[in-house]
């Protein structure tokens, strides 16, 4: 037996529902956020990760997939999405279609880490990005819009953190600080944060392993300019004015090199740990890394199996629609064929419509028309074969109805209302 790759899942039955309810919220909030759909590709060039995402990070140190193809390019599945929604926006010309542009995008990224709850190696995220705005306005609407999703999916106990940190020149001053700090605490913390220390001492902040060297670490709002605190102060005025409540996590740096000034994340404690489920932030300098002209951009990235282990946790009540509304039964050839006709008749009044396709004598098609959560089932035999008439039994309570077959369609729609 062949088996799936770990670190991936299958998703079906019960579990598509979660997954459909999720997409479809995007959907509804994207729509009333006036947001435009992008699908890029799942590979791109190595050197778009190796440049925005950071050589010195552990996703392109350790996580990526990375092959050679038969041209002998170097291909990496994508192991996020704002770099090829940044490398799109420059490829495409998107700026010629006037500021901001705003976009989304869902799809599986890919990533080489220990599988566990709600970290796979194929993940998927929604994600959301204004690119050509500076403004703190941008940030405000993009946190705003991952409180509205989460909203839209019923999900209510989360906490926003926030910080800044800085521009290029604020965070130079801040890392020389941080490694005064920490040059004589490194060489009693872990592997990667003593290989950390020189090439992204900002990472030491978020180690989970070492967190209480960390504590009395210099503050990144200390060391920002008048522009950067500026803002700040004004993104954090917006969500006072909108009542929308936040901390201040001053370790809150994110894990990707192309992050600038705001820098947030959603986390909810129903998950433990592992309780992020919303990240984002700021990245003015990416475009321009990836080879465009400057362009100031925010958005942010949703886990999408982190929201369904929520939706799990928190008992949120989800809409069902995988039942069978109909299920088309009959005993013979040419039965099957009349049940076709009356299946094509159903479905194009947008009923379910299920037809029994194993060739199994009634008393097993019934089985499985109770087992699969059919409605209704429309009986097909011989007597009704012959006087053009169909049987329609009612499964909660196995009353029967013959029902001409003409006006079967419209019987069913009035005894589903009822049902």
Not at 97 to 114: A, Q
Not at 212 to 223: D, G
Not at 335 to 363: H, P, Q, W
Not at 387 to 400: E, N, R
């Amino acid at each position: 037996m062949i088996n799936r790759i770990k670190g991936t899942q299958d998703i079906a039955f019960e579990d598509i529902e979660y997954w459909q309810y999720i997409e479809q919220a995007v959907r509804n909030i994207t729509f009333r956020y006036a947001y435009n759909e992008i699908r890029t590709p799942i590979f791109e060039a190595t050197e778009l990760f190796k440049r925005s995402v950071g050589e010195s990070t552990d996703v392109v140190q350790k996580e990526m997939y990375t092959f050679d193809d038969k041209g002998g390019r170097s291909i990496t599945l994508r192991p996020e999405g704002t770099a090829s929604v940044a490398r799109a926006f420059i490829e495409n010309s998107f700026i010629n279609l006037g500021s901001p542009v705003k976009l989304f995008y869902m799809g599986p990224m890919f990533r080489y880490e220990k599988p566990q709850a709600g970290r796979l190696r194929q993940f998927h995220q929604f994600g959301a990005e204004i690119l050509g705005s500076a403004s703190p306005m941008a940030d405000f609407e993009i946190i705003e819009l991952a409180y509205e999703f989460l909203k839209e999916v019923k999900i209510n106990k989360t906490r926003l953190f926030i910080n800044s940190i800085g521009c290029p020149s604020c965070r130079a001053r801040y890392r020389e600080a941080l490694r005064e700090y920490f040059r004589d605490k490194v060489d009693g913390m872990c592997e990667d944060c003593r290989r950390r220390f020189d090439s992204n001492v900002l990472r030491l902040l978020d180690c989970k392993i070492d967190r209480e060297q960390s504590e009395n670490a210099p503050n990144i709002l200390e060391y920002l300019d008048e522009e950067c605190r500026k803002h700040f102060e004004d993104l954090k005025w917006y969500l006072e004015k909108a009542r929308i409540d936040y901390e201040i996590d001053p370790h809150l740096v994110r894990g990707l090199d192309y992050y600038s000034r705001t820098a947030f994340e959603i986390r909810s404690p129903s998950l433990g740990s592992q309780d992020q489920i919303v990240g984002g932030g700021r990245y003015d300098g990416l475009v321009e890394v990836i080879g465009g002209k400057s362009c100031p951009a925010v958005g942010f990235a949703i886990g999408m199996e982190r929201i369904v282990m929520l939706l799990k946790a928190e008992k949120v009540n989800i809409p069902t629609d995988r039942n069978s509304e109909v299920a088309i039964l009959a005993t013979g050839r040419e039965e099957s064929l009349r049940g076709f006709e009356y299946a094509r008749r159903l479905r194009k009044a947008g009923i379910s419509t299920y037809v029994d396709v194993m060739e199994r004598n009634m008393r097993n098609q019934m089985k499985h028309a109770a087992r699969i959560g059919a409605k209704i089932s429309v009986i097909i035999g011989d007597e009704e074969l012959e006087k053009d008439l169909v049987t329609v039994k009612i499964m909660m309570d196995g009353s029967q109805y013959q029902v001409d077959g003409d006006y079967m369609v419209d019987y069913i729609i009035d005894k589903l209302r009822d049902i």
